[in-house]
């Protein structure tokens, strides 16, 4: 059974996120809709804010079909979920209720992601959604990401612009950088001192 609703967008994005897990940089645009990591997806929008309307369709089995008439964007991708919790997710971890798109629990699944929509507000804020998206979840074994359609401007502009992701420093790396820039600012408040 189908279910919909109201889903939020910060920095042009939203997820479908494992529980347990964390989604973030790296993000790849080569498909120009989807970014797939470990345990979740970052499906990107043409508002950079606001809410998209999100249609789940979680299945024990594939579609027979492909829906692809009225769809501007479409690809397949597959994805490990340790936690067998997958759900529809704001990036701040707010969404509305909507199936759990793992039913089957732990495991691969392949999800298909359609979209509509996203050049008519692009990087505007969008109380009422104006991009649609539907979601559809099924166990299968690990298959190769699949393009099954490519027709909006925004996606275009993504998948063509050169990108590089931004590294994450180490966990030690991140540590020492705060340790040095707290050191930094004892020294100005010592100097300061000093001289007052």
């Given at each position: 059974?189908?279910?919909?609703?109201?889903?939020?967008?910060?920095?042009?994005?939203?997820?479908?996120v494992?529980?347990g897990?964390?989604?973030?940089?790296?993000?790849?645009?080569?498909?120009?809709?989807?970014?797939?990591?470990?345990?979740?997806?970052?499906?990107?929008?043409?508002?950079?804010?606001?809410?998209?309307?999100?249609?789940?369709?979680?299945?024990?089995?594939?579609?027979?079909?492909?829906?692809?008439?009225?769809?501007?964007?479409?690809?397949?991708?597959?994805?490990?979920?340790?936690?067998?919790?997958?759900?529809?997710?704001?990036?701040?971890?707010?969404?509305?209720?909507?199936?759990?798109?793992?039913?089957?629990?732990?495991?691969?699944?392949?999800?298909?992601?359609?979209?509509?929509?996203?050049?008519?507000?692009?990087?505007?804020?969008?109380?009422?959604?104006?991009?649609?998206?539907?979601?559809?979840?099924?166990?299968?074994?690990?298959?190769?990401?699949?393009?099954?359609?490519?027709?909006?401007?925004?996606?275009?502009?993504?998948?063509?612009?050169?990108?590089?992701?931004?590294?994450?420093?180490?966990?030690?790396?991140?540590k020492?950088?705060?340790?040095?820039?707290?050191?930094?600012?004892?020294e100005?408040?010592?100097?300061?001192?000093?001289?007052?």
């Amino acid at each position: 059974m189908n279910q919909r609703g109201a889903v939020p967008v910060t920095d042009h994005m939203f997820h479908l996120v494992d529980t347990g897990t964390v989604l973030g940089p790296p993000l790849t645009y080569d498909n120009g809709l989807i970014s797939t990591h470990p345990g979740g997806v970052v499906v990107f929008t043409g508002i950079s804010s606001g809410f998209v309307q999100v249609t789940v369709d979680a299945r024990d089995a594939p579609p027979a079909t492909t829906d692809i008439v009225g769809w501007d964007d479409i690809v397949e991708t597959s994805v490990h979920a340790p936690a067998g919790r997958m759900v529809v997710s704001g990036v701040m971890n707010d969404a509305p209720e909507l199936p759990v798109l793992t039913r089957s629990g732990p495991g691969s699944y392949r999800i298909r992601i359609h979209a509509r929509g996203r050049d008519i507000a692009v990087d505007l804020g969008a109380l009422e959604p104006v991009e649609d998206y539907l979601v559809v979840a099924w166990p299968a074994q690990p298959a190769t990401e699949t393009s099954l359609k490519h027709t909006d401007t925004f996606g275009a502009g993504l998948r063509s612009a050169p990108r590089r992701p931004r590294p994450i420093p180490r966990t030690e790396e991140r540590k020492a950088a705060r340790h040095a820039r707290l050191q930094a600012m004892e020294e100005k408040f010592r100097t300061q001192e000093t001289s007052d």
